[in-house]
Every structure is written in C-alpha cells, then in structure tokens.
C-alpha cells in the first residue's frame, strides 16, 4: 500500500504528545499508514451519506463534522487528505474543501489519541522511544 500522508506531520503530532521520549522513524510510518486506513473508511461512509442524499460531493455533513475549523489550525496537510479520501470511493465523487479540512481535522485527533497512548505504552516498557509496537499495541488493544 502507497502511502498518501506525508510522515514529517505525523512525526509532529506524536512528538507534541510524546513529551520528553523520542520517536522513531517506523512509528510515524506505522501511524501515518492507520490514518490513512481511517480516513479511507471515513470517505467510504461519508460517500454512502452523499449517495444517500442524492449527491456526489462529499460535503463535511458527510463526516458528521458540525463545525469546520480553519484548515491553518491543522497540522496535517489537506491535499494528501484528499487523496486519502478519494482511495476507496469512486471517481465520481467530489469533495469539497470543507469535507477535506473536516476529514483532517477529524483524523488529526485520531493521530493524536493513538500518539497520546503509544507514549503511555512506551513509558509503561521503561522506554525512551516511542516505536511503531506502541502503534500497534494500541490497535491490538483498543480497536
């Protein structure tokens, strides 16, 4: 699998919740390759909303996203987002700007509650490092 997202932003998101513990390389990878899964899927049921509603625009109603932020408040990036979401769904979708800034955002949170997580399991390991095991032990634990 080809992965969309870039990894220097998803080194930034789990180095502001690592605090102190360094990250490895393959974390960022292995994080960056399940937000681009969750994303994926997010598209998938926000496509079947549209469809549902007789649309072929992904709008941010889609991800059940209420309020959109600024997309300068996100760490990561919307175009890669974008190609995130059009992975899985058809080419005869759009999505618009404020489903792509919604989708960030949505998954930026995701990054940081696994990020947040994977440096409690590395504390826990007596480790100075947050490696892409702490990535993985989060989702064989708690997905």
Same mark, same amino acid.
Do not use: C, W
């Given at each position: 699998?080809? %992965?969309?997202?870039?990894?220097?932003?998803?080194?930034? =998101?789990?180095?502001?919740?690592?605090? #102190?513990?360094? !990250?490895?390389?393959?974390?960022? @990878?292995?994080?960056?390759?399940? &937000?681009?899964?969750?994303?994926?899927?997010?598209?998938?049921?926000?496509?079947?909303?549209?469809?549902? #509603?007789?649309?072929?625009?992904?709008?941010?109603?889609?991800?059940? %996203?209420?309020?959109?932020?600024?997309?300068?408040?996100?760490?990561?990036? !919307?175009?890669? !987002? $974008?190609?995130?979401?059009?992975?899985?769904?058809?080419?005869?979708?759009? %999505?618009?700007? $404020?489903?792509? !800034?919604?989708? @960030?955002? &949505?998954?930026?949170?995701? @990054? #940081?509650? %696994?990020?947040?997580?994977?440096? =409690?399991?590395?504390?826990?390991?007596?480790?100075? /490092?947050?490696?892409?095991?702490?990535?993985? /032990?989060?989702?064989?634990?708690?997905?």
């Amino acid at each position: 699998m080809n %992965v969309e997202l870039p990894f220097a932003p998803v080194d930034t =998101i789990i180095r502001r919740n690592a605090g #102190d513990l360094r !990250v490895s390389a393959d974390a960022s @990878a292995e994080l960056a390759a399940r &937000i681009q899964d969750r994303g994926s899927d997010l598209a998938i049921d926000a496509a079947d909303r549209a469809t549902a #509603d007789g649309r072929k625009t992904l709008m941010a109603s889609d991800f059940e %996203v209420e309020t959109v932020v600024e997309k300068d408040e996100l760490e990561l990036p !919307v175009a890669p !987002v $974008d190609r995130i979401a059009r992975l899985e769904i058809d080419d005869r979708y759009r %999505v618009s700007m $404020d489903a792509r !800034v919604a989708l @960030a955002d &949505i998954l930026e949170d995701y @990054a #940081d509650n %696994v990020a947040g997580a994977s440096a =409690i399991l590395a504390r826990h390991a007596d480790r100075r /490092t947050i490696i892409d095991d702490d990535i993985e /032990t989060y989702f064989s634990l708690f997905e």
